[in-house]
């Protein structure tokens, strides 16, 4: 038996700090996602603070046909299927599940449902990320901030699962 403990990886603190470091910061991030995507509805000429020119316009991305469904889930379920809500309020839930996931489940539990939501989300990343740089021909920083923090949620809980799984 090896005296040497193996520890999950970690970015700040620790692996746990940092994946509810990492939702917590989704949350915000989705936040002010929702309310872009809302003042913009309500008023055509507010401008974001990530509105910074044409090609680089989190307002344009969020109120885009892309922002609800991630485009898609209109033409499957249709447009008033809650499938078809606001990204922002998809993200929201993950990100708060992963977070009461984090509190209540025991740990091999909790890396395993994290870990297969994360790459879900990664997924889901990749794809937005497509339809943002080659369909939108945009740059959008909330965007860009959520896909960081999917990817380092990956990392983390990835790290997590190899931990309790090994």
Do not use: N, Q
């Given at each position: 038996m090896s005296s040497t403990a193996v520890v999950p990886a970690y970015l700040l603190w620790s692996n746990a700090t940092d994946i509810l470091f990492f939702n917590v910061l989704g949350v915000l991030v989705c936040l002010y996602a929702l309310h872009v995507e809302v003042s913009k509805e309500k008023d055509?000429?507010?401008?974001?603070?990530?509105?910074?020119?044409?090609?680089?316009?989190?307002s344009r991305v969020l109120t885009s046909q892309y922002s609800q469904g991630f485009g898609v889930m209109h033409l499957f379920f249709g447009k008033n299927h809650m499938l078809n809500s606001r990204n922002c309020n998809i993200g929201l839930v993950v990100f708060i599940v992963h977070i009461i996931i984090c509190i209540l489940l025991p740990g091999p539990?909790?890396?395993?449902?994290?870990?297969?939501?994360?790459?879900?989300?990664?997924?889901?990343?990749?794809?937005l990320a497509f339809i943002l740089l080659f369909v939108l021909k945009d740059v959008c920083l909330v965007c860009f901030a959520t896909y960081v923090i999917n990817g380092c949620?990956?990392?983390l809980t990835h790290s997590m699962y190899q931990f309790y799984h090994a």
């Open positions: 055509p000429s507010y401008k974001a603070m990530c509105d910074i020119s044409e090609y680089m316009s989190c539990i909790a890396s395993t449902i994290m870990y297969c939501s994360a790459f879900v989300c990664v997924m889901g990343s990749i794809y949620l990956l990392y």
